[in-house]
Protein backbone atom coordinates (compact mmCIF):
# COMPACT_ATOMS: atom_id res chain seq x y z
CA UNK A 1 0.00 0.00 0.00
CA UNK A 2 1.79 3.22 -1.57
CA UNK A 3 0.09 6.36 -2.12
CA UNK A 4 1.11 8.68 -5.25
CA UNK A 5 1.26 12.82 -4.50
CA UNK A 6 -0.11 14.93 -6.50
CA UNK A 7 -0.05 19.24 -6.82
CA UNK A 8 -3.96 20.04 -5.69
CA UNK A 9 -4.77 21.29 -9.44
CA UNK A 10 -3.99 18.06 -11.19
CA UNK A 11 -5.88 15.79 -8.27
CA UNK A 12 -8.58 17.90 -8.78
CA UNK A 13 -8.43 17.13 -12.45
CA UNK A 14 -8.47 13.57 -12.01
CA UNK A 15 -11.84 14.10 -9.54
CA UNK A 16 -13.13 15.78 -12.30
CA UNK A 17 -13.03 12.91 -14.61
CA UNK A 18 -13.56 10.44 -12.07
CA UNK A 19 -16.79 12.42 -11.24
CA UNK A 20 -15.78 11.89 -7.33
CA UNK A 21 -12.92 13.19 -4.90
CA UNK A 22 -9.97 10.74 -6.05
CA UNK A 23 -8.39 11.22 -2.45
CA UNK A 24 -12.10 9.90 -0.71
CA UNK A 25 -12.24 6.95 -2.92
CA UNK A 26 -9.27 6.39 -4.94
CA UNK A 27 -9.98 2.42 -5.35
CA UNK A 28 -13.45 3.68 -7.18
CA UNK A 29 -13.81 3.22 -10.98
CA UNK A 30 -13.67 6.71 -12.85
CA UNK A 31 -16.92 7.59 -14.82
CA UNK A 32 -15.21 9.05 -18.15
CA UNK A 33 -12.68 6.40 -18.14
CA UNK A 34 -13.61 2.97 -18.09
CA UNK A 35 -11.62 0.59 -16.93
CA UNK A 36 -9.77 2.96 -14.54
CA UNK A 37 -9.88 3.44 -11.33
CA UNK A 38 -8.95 7.20 -10.11
CA UNK A 39 -5.46 5.94 -8.18
CA UNK A 40 -4.86 4.87 -11.59
CA UNK A 41 -5.51 7.75 -13.09
CA UNK A 42 -3.48 9.88 -10.50
CA UNK A 43 -0.34 7.49 -11.10
CA UNK A 44 -0.85 8.14 -15.08
CA UNK A 45 -1.04 11.66 -14.84
CA UNK A 46 1.99 11.31 -12.68
CA UNK A 47 4.32 9.46 -14.36
CA UNK A 48 2.55 8.87 -18.40
CA UNK A 49 2.49 12.67 -18.49
CA UNK A 50 5.43 13.86 -16.90
CA UNK A 51 7.57 11.49 -18.73
CA UNK A 52 5.79 13.41 -21.87
CA UNK A 53 6.88 16.86 -21.09
CA UNK A 54 9.68 15.87 -18.19
CA UNK A 55 9.45 14.93 -14.66
CA UNK A 56 11.04 18.51 -13.90
CA UNK A 57 8.03 20.09 -14.22
CA UNK A 58 7.11 18.46 -10.92
CA UNK A 59 9.65 20.56 -9.65
CA UNK A 60 8.47 24.09 -11.07
CA UNK A 61 8.19 26.18 -7.96
CA UNK A 62 4.76 27.35 -9.24
CA UNK A 63 3.87 23.79 -8.94
CA UNK A 64 5.30 23.56 -6.10
CA UNK A 65 3.60 26.02 -4.22
CA UNK A 66 0.30 24.43 -4.61
CA UNK A 67 -0.76 22.09 -1.69
CA UNK A 68 -0.14 18.44 -2.07
CA UNK A 69 -2.87 15.41 -2.64
CA UNK A 70 -1.73 11.86 -1.08
CA UNK A 71 -3.98 9.52 -3.09
CA UNK A 72 -3.42 6.16 -1.89
CA UNK A 73 -2.97 2.93 -4.05
CA UNK A 74 -3.97 -0.50 -3.60
CA UNK A 75 -1.43 -1.97 -5.98
CA UNK A 76 2.53 -0.71 -6.88
CA UNK A 77 2.54 1.48 -9.50
CA UNK A 78 3.23 -0.73 -12.46
CA UNK A 79 1.92 -3.79 -11.23
CA UNK A 80 -1.05 -3.98 -13.75
CA UNK A 81 -1.89 -2.37 -16.62
CA UNK A 82 -5.86 -0.57 -16.70
CA UNK A 83 -6.61 -1.14 -20.26
CA UNK A 84 -9.64 0.95 -22.27
CA UNK A 85 -12.79 -0.73 -21.87
CA UNK A 86 -15.54 -0.02 -24.44
CA UNK A 87 -18.41 0.94 -21.79
CA UNK A 88 -21.57 2.28 -22.37
CA UNK A 89 -21.26 5.40 -25.12
CA UNK A 90 -21.95 8.69 -23.89
CA UNK A 91 -24.76 10.49 -25.20
CA UNK A 92 -25.47 14.06 -25.36
CA UNK A 93 -29.12 15.13 -25.16
CA UNK A 94 -31.19 15.73 -28.05
CA UNK A 95 -30.80 19.20 -29.94
CA UNK A 96 -27.24 19.78 -29.07
CA UNK A 97 -24.98 22.31 -30.62
CA UNK A 98 -21.39 21.88 -31.66
CA UNK A 99 -19.07 24.57 -32.93
CA UNK A 100 -15.47 23.58 -34.58
CA UNK A 101 -12.83 25.84 -35.63
CA UNK A 102 -8.96 26.66 -35.74
CA UNK A 103 -8.06 28.34 -32.97
CA UNK A 104 -9.16 31.93 -32.71
CA UNK A 105 -11.91 31.20 -35.22
CA UNK A 106 -14.30 32.34 -32.59
CA UNK A 107 -16.08 29.90 -31.44
CA UNK A 108 -16.67 31.12 -27.94
CA UNK A 109 -17.34 34.54 -29.02
CA UNK A 110 -20.57 32.42 -31.73
CA UNK A 111 -21.04 30.94 -28.65
CA UNK A 112 -21.81 33.24 -26.46
CA UNK A 113 -24.21 34.75 -29.25
CA UNK A 114 -26.10 31.76 -29.73
CA UNK A 115 -26.68 31.95 -25.69
CA UNK A 116 -27.40 35.13 -25.27
CA UNK A 117 -29.51 35.21 -28.33
CA UNK A 118 -31.78 32.03 -27.15
CA UNK A 119 -32.80 33.47 -23.36
CA UNK A 120 -30.10 31.09 -22.14
CA UNK A 121 -31.74 27.94 -23.84
CA UNK A 122 -28.39 26.26 -23.76
CA UNK A 123 -26.03 23.80 -21.58
CA UNK A 124 -22.97 25.88 -22.35
CA UNK A 125 -19.97 23.69 -21.67
CA UNK A 126 -16.74 22.67 -23.62
CA UNK A 127 -14.67 19.37 -23.58
CA UNK A 128 -11.53 21.44 -22.58
CA UNK A 129 -13.31 22.85 -19.72
CA UNK A 130 -11.66 20.42 -17.14
CA UNK A 131 -8.16 21.04 -18.84
CA UNK A 132 -8.47 24.94 -18.37
CA UNK A 133 -9.99 24.93 -14.85
CA UNK A 134 -6.60 23.17 -14.62
CA UNK A 135 -4.40 25.54 -16.20
CA UNK A 136 -5.68 28.29 -14.14
CA UNK A 137 -5.82 26.79 -11.23
CA UNK A 138 -1.71 25.93 -11.32
CA UNK A 139 -1.22 29.75 -12.36
CA UNK A 140 -3.33 31.53 -10.24
CA UNK A 141 -5.15 33.18 -12.62
CA UNK A 142 -8.78 33.76 -13.81
CA UNK A 143 -10.67 32.41 -17.31
CA UNK A 144 -10.96 36.04 -18.45
CA UNK A 145 -7.32 36.22 -18.45
CA UNK A 146 -6.37 33.19 -19.58
CA UNK A 147 -7.84 34.23 -22.49
CA UNK A 148 -5.29 37.06 -22.55
CA UNK A 149 -2.04 35.08 -21.96
CA UNK A 150 -3.12 31.35 -23.28
CA UNK A 151 -0.50 31.38 -26.11
CA UNK A 152 2.10 33.75 -24.58
CA UNK A 153 5.49 31.58 -23.34
CA UNK A 154 5.30 31.69 -19.57
CA UNK A 155 8.70 31.51 -17.64
CA UNK A 156 6.69 29.92 -14.47
CA UNK A 157 5.95 27.17 -16.87
CA UNK A 158 9.58 26.11 -18.12
CA UNK A 159 8.37 28.44 -21.28
CA UNK A 160 5.58 26.55 -22.06
CA UNK A 161 2.10 28.12 -22.93
CA UNK A 162 -1.70 27.49 -21.00
CA UNK A 163 -2.65 25.92 -24.34
CA UNK A 164 0.07 23.67 -25.00
CA UNK A 165 -0.50 22.71 -21.51
CA UNK A 166 -3.56 21.41 -21.94
CA UNK A 167 -3.07 20.08 -25.45
CA UNK A 168 -0.61 17.80 -23.61
CA UNK A 169 -2.57 16.62 -20.76
CA UNK A 170 -5.67 16.88 -22.73
CA UNK A 171 -4.47 14.77 -26.49
CA UNK A 172 -1.32 13.41 -25.40
CA UNK A 173 -2.67 11.79 -22.17
CA UNK A 174 -6.14 11.67 -21.86
CA UNK A 175 -7.15 10.73 -25.09
CA UNK A 176 -3.94 8.62 -25.97
CA UNK A 177 -3.05 6.80 -22.69
CA UNK A 178 -6.21 6.63 -20.72
CA UNK A 179 -9.65 6.79 -23.97
CA UNK A 180 -9.83 7.71 -26.60
CA UNK A 181 -13.26 9.16 -25.76
CA UNK A 182 -12.75 10.30 -22.28
CA UNK A 183 -13.48 14.45 -22.59
CA UNK A 184 -16.84 13.45 -24.20
CA UNK A 185 -17.39 10.98 -21.73
CA UNK A 186 -16.69 13.59 -19.24
CA UNK A 187 -18.71 16.33 -20.69
CA UNK A 188 -21.55 13.86 -21.17
CA UNK A 189 -22.06 12.89 -17.78
CA UNK A 190 -21.76 16.18 -16.52
CA UNK A 191 -25.00 17.79 -18.65
CA UNK A 192 -27.54 18.34 -16.73
CA UNK A 193 -30.49 15.64 -17.64
CA UNK A 194 -32.70 16.97 -20.83
CA UNK A 195 -30.81 20.05 -21.26
CA UNK A 196 -29.70 20.98 -24.65
CA UNK A 197 -25.64 21.30 -24.86
CA UNK A 198 -23.52 23.93 -26.46
CA UNK A 199 -19.84 22.65 -27.57
CA UNK A 200 -18.04 25.50 -28.30
CA UNK A 201 -14.59 23.33 -28.83
CA UNK A 202 -15.14 21.11 -31.68
CA UNK A 203 -11.68 19.71 -32.30
CA UNK A 204 -11.52 15.94 -32.95
CA UNK A 205 -13.96 13.65 -35.48
CA UNK A 206 -15.69 11.95 -32.32
CA UNK A 207 -16.73 15.14 -30.66
CA UNK A 208 -18.15 16.11 -33.99
CA UNK A 209 -20.23 13.22 -34.22
CA UNK A 210 -21.42 12.92 -30.98
CA UNK A 211 -23.13 16.16 -31.70
CA UNK A 212 -24.61 14.87 -34.88
CA UNK A 213 -25.59 11.74 -33.28
CA UNK A 214 -27.72 13.78 -30.36
CA UNK A 215 -29.72 15.18 -33.56
CA UNK A 216 -28.65 18.46 -32.76
CA UNK A 217 -26.08 21.51 -35.44
CA UNK A 218 -22.66 20.69 -36.16
CA UNK A 219 -21.49 24.60 -37.06
CA UNK A 220 -17.99 25.08 -38.33
CA UNK A 221 -16.14 28.94 -37.72
CA UNK A 222 -14.02 29.77 -41.24
CA UNK A 223 -12.13 32.47 -41.72
CA UNK A 224 -10.57 33.39 -45.05
CA UNK A 225 -7.27 34.76 -43.73
CA UNK A 226 -7.23 31.95 -40.49
CA UNK A 227 -4.18 34.64 -39.40
CA UNK A 228 -4.58 33.89 -35.82
CA UNK A 229 -3.79 30.43 -36.01
CA UNK A 230 -0.25 31.38 -37.98
CA UNK A 231 0.22 33.37 -35.08
CA UNK A 232 0.12 30.29 -32.55
CA UNK A 233 3.14 29.48 -30.96
CA UNK A 234 4.46 26.30 -33.30
CA UNK A 235 4.49 23.56 -29.80
CA UNK A 236 0.34 25.30 -30.50
CA UNK A 237 -0.31 25.47 -34.28
CA UNK A 238 1.33 21.97 -35.02
CA UNK A 239 -0.51 19.81 -32.43
CA UNK A 240 -3.31 17.62 -33.99
CA UNK A 241 -5.94 19.19 -31.93
CA UNK A 242 -5.41 22.23 -34.08
CA UNK A 243 -6.07 19.63 -37.68
CA UNK A 244 -9.58 20.46 -37.67
CA UNK A 245 -12.92 17.88 -38.37
CA UNK A 246 -14.22 17.33 -41.98
CA UNK A 247 -17.57 19.11 -42.71
CA UNK A 248 -19.91 16.74 -43.15
CA UNK A 249 -23.72 16.97 -44.76
CA UNK A 250 -26.29 18.60 -42.57
CA UNK A 251 -22.94 20.51 -41.28
CA UNK A 252 -23.59 24.58 -40.96
CA UNK A 253 -20.64 26.76 -41.93
CA UNK A 254 -20.11 30.89 -40.97
CA UNK A 255 -17.81 32.62 -41.90
CA UNK A 256 -16.05 34.71 -39.87
CA UNK A 257 -14.20 37.08 -42.25
CA UNK A 258 -16.07 40.45 -41.02
CA UNK A 259 -17.05 42.12 -37.82
CA UNK A 260 -18.15 40.88 -34.21
CA UNK A 261 -21.74 42.57 -35.42
CA UNK A 262 -21.75 40.54 -38.69
CA UNK A 263 -21.13 37.42 -36.48
CA UNK A 264 -23.76 38.14 -34.07
CA UNK A 265 -26.15 38.57 -37.05
CA UNK A 266 -25.31 35.31 -38.36
CA UNK A 267 -25.66 33.62 -35.00
CA UNK A 268 -29.39 34.94 -34.52
CA UNK A 269 -29.84 33.88 -38.11
CA UNK A 270 -29.22 30.51 -37.06
CA UNK A 271 -30.96 30.80 -33.73
CA UNK A 272 -34.52 31.78 -36.02
CA UNK A 273 -34.28 29.71 -38.74
CA UNK A 274 -32.55 26.13 -37.55
CA UNK A 275 -32.07 25.96 -33.69
CA UNK A 276 -34.30 27.48 -31.60
CA UNK A 277 -36.87 29.14 -33.74
CA UNK A 278 -39.03 30.44 -30.87
CA UNK A 279 -35.91 32.66 -29.46
CA UNK A 280 -37.07 35.02 -32.17
CA UNK A 281 -39.87 35.98 -29.43
CA UNK A 282 -37.31 36.53 -26.62
CA UNK A 283 -36.76 39.77 -25.51
CA UNK A 284 -33.69 41.05 -26.69
CA UNK A 285 -32.02 43.64 -28.66
CA UNK A 286 -32.29 43.45 -32.33
CA UNK A 287 -29.37 41.99 -33.99
CA UNK A 288 -26.87 45.10 -36.06
CA UNK A 289 -28.18 45.57 -39.10
CA UNK A 290 -25.05 45.01 -41.76
CA UNK A 291 -22.96 48.34 -42.97
CA UNK A 292 -23.01 48.72 -47.08
CA UNK A 293 -19.17 47.71 -46.43
CA UNK A 294 -19.91 43.99 -45.02
CA UNK A 295 -22.80 42.25 -46.88
CA UNK A 296 -24.25 39.34 -44.98
CA UNK A 297 -23.30 36.03 -46.01
CA UNK A 298 -25.95 33.21 -45.66
CA UNK A 299 -24.62 30.33 -43.49
CA UNK A 300 -23.55 27.38 -45.94
CA UNK A 301 -25.13 24.00 -45.16
CA UNK A 302 -21.96 21.47 -45.97
CA UNK A 303 -22.58 18.76 -48.87
Not at 186 to 210: C, H, M, N, Q
Request: hydrophobic share 40%; proline share 7%; charged share 20%.
Amino acid sequence: MGVVELPKPFADLVSDISGFDVAQHPGRPANAAPGWTAADLAQSLRHDWGAIVGHGFWRLPIVLQHPTVAIPLDEPWGSRKALYLHGQEAMLNRGSVGIAGFAGAGKDTFARFLQEGSGGAFHWDSFAAPLRKLSCAVLGVSLARREEIKDASIEALGGRTMRSLEQTIGTDWGQRMVNPKVWVQSLAIRAPKGARTLVSDIRFEDEGDLVRESGGALIHIRSEANARRRKLPPQSATHCSEDGIQEKDGDLVVWNDASLASLKDEAYNILGSVLVPEAAHVDQPSPSAPSQSEPQRAPRVAV
